[in-house]
């Protein structure tokens, strides 16, 4: 059974401008956390961005909920996925290369009892309200580690990503062409 996300309240007077996500304006957010967590909100598929704002994806608006980036942290001793990462853009201009950015982490409650949670958050988290019940996850505006580079990381990443990616495509149409022109 799947859990729900819970994102609590931003716990700053007054509240930072992007918590709770803003529906209607601009940004990039990036959510990771354990892939245990991750597997707990969606036990039947790998991911799926409608959780953040609790509601289905709007495949008629342009620029609604576009994957830009998947991070996938391996334990290569034993060749598995231990933590899962995506960044994607809600309603982002697709010609805005440094969007504001969300950042939002997953902190799972069930593997430490919540240990994690309470010494990386600024706020007493009681573990019995999460385990089995639901998955926390927190933006970075109300986690003690303050993220000042959260917006230059998140979006260098994606430009990194779009540059792979025109570099593959670019090879893929250089490729075609030689063929073209050897025969």
């Known amino acids: ?14 509240a930072h401008p992007l918590h709770p996500p803003p529906i209607d ?9 354990p892939l245990v967590s991750v597997q707990r909100l969606l036990p039947e598929v790998p991911w799926h961005v409608d959780a953040v704002y609790r509601q289905d994806v709007r495949p008629k608006i342009v620029g609604d909920m576009v994957i830009r980036d998947k991070y996938l942290g391996w334990v290569h001793q034993k060749n598995e996925i231990d933590y899962y990462g995506v960044t994607f853009d809600h309603l982002v201009p697709a010609d805005e290369y440094y969007p504001e950015v ?9 593997e430490d009892d919540g ?44 430009t990194q990503k779009d540059l792979i990616r025109e570099g593959a495509r670019g090879l893929r149409s250089e490729g075609g062409l030689a063929r073209s022109i050897q025969e």
């Open 1 to 14: 059974m799947a859990l729900p996300l819970y994102i609590p309240q931003c716990i700053r007077t007054a």
């Open 25 to 33: 304006e601009p940004v990039r957010i990036q959510i990771e956390g």
């Open 102 to 110: 969300l950042q939002i982490n997953i902190l799972d409650m069930d």
């Open 115 to 158: 240990e994690y949670a309470n010494t990386n958050l600024p706020f007493t988290v009681d573990p019995t309200e999460f385990i089995g019940k639901k998955v926390l996850a927190v933006p970075r505006c109300c986690q003690k580690r303050k993220g000042s580079t959260d917006r230059s990381r998140v979006n260098g990443l994606v």
